[in-house]
């Protein structure tokens, strides 16, 4: 069905897409990587070729009847398992890499409509795909309602003095600072271990909350884990 040069060209196409959105994640500094988006995009071209080539090479028989696309379904299915290595959880309530689990699923879709000669579906797809992962968080980050415009970190610090505990929380919520899901723990010093779910602008720099922080002469031993 398909002549050697229709499958390199394929396959070329295919390592292009499979750069675009390994090169966004590498830019990012995410788990998922530019080798691993090409192998993903590559493979997935290549066996959906071979699928439908597969299906044209054997004679017709009543007994013996082939999916042209069947290989090409357990692809999917199959790179669901390495996206779920990518997705940790991280505390009670929070999980990071999906976004990246949905981009390994992403590229070997490209790779999938590219083999299957769906070259122009799957270049509108990568353009939208990268619009929407780039240009629209962007896009929400200038004109879209305050809660989208929030991020969440996780915080611990050392209060000293406990008794100022209710008038600390007030003074954060004055300076625009929402705390969700406190965790308290007193220490053998008397001292109060605070842990907090913290939801801040998005344009705070994890630095400037630090400072801020470190501000309160009551507040000690500091720490901050942000999360994407």
Known sequence: ??????????????TVFGIVIGFEREIR?????????????????LLTIVSI????????????????????????????FIGAGVIMKRGIDTVSGLTTSAMIWGASGL????????????????????????????MISLKGPKRLKEKEIFVSFE?????????LLQSLNTMGLELRQISLHENHSGSLNIRTKMIINQEMKTTELFELLKSFDTIGLIQIDKFI
């Open 29 to 45: 500094k995410k788990p998922l990587g530019l080798k691993t988006t090409l192998v993903i995009s590559i493979v997935s071209c």
């Open 111 to 138: 790779g999938v409509a590219v083999g299957a000669n769906f070259i122009l579906e799957a270049f509108f797809g990568l353009i939208l795909i990268i619009f929407s992962v780039e240009i629209i968080p962007w």
């Open 53 to 80: 080539e597969a299906t044209y090479s054997f004679p017709y028989s009543e007994e013996i009847r082939t999916d042209p696309l069947r290989l090409a379904a357990q692809i999917i299915a199959g790179v669901g």
């Open 159 to 167: 209060l000293e003095e406990p008794d100022l505990l209710e008038q």
């Open 1 to 14: 069905m398909y002549t050697h040069w229709d499958i390199f060209i394929r396959l070329l196409v295919a």
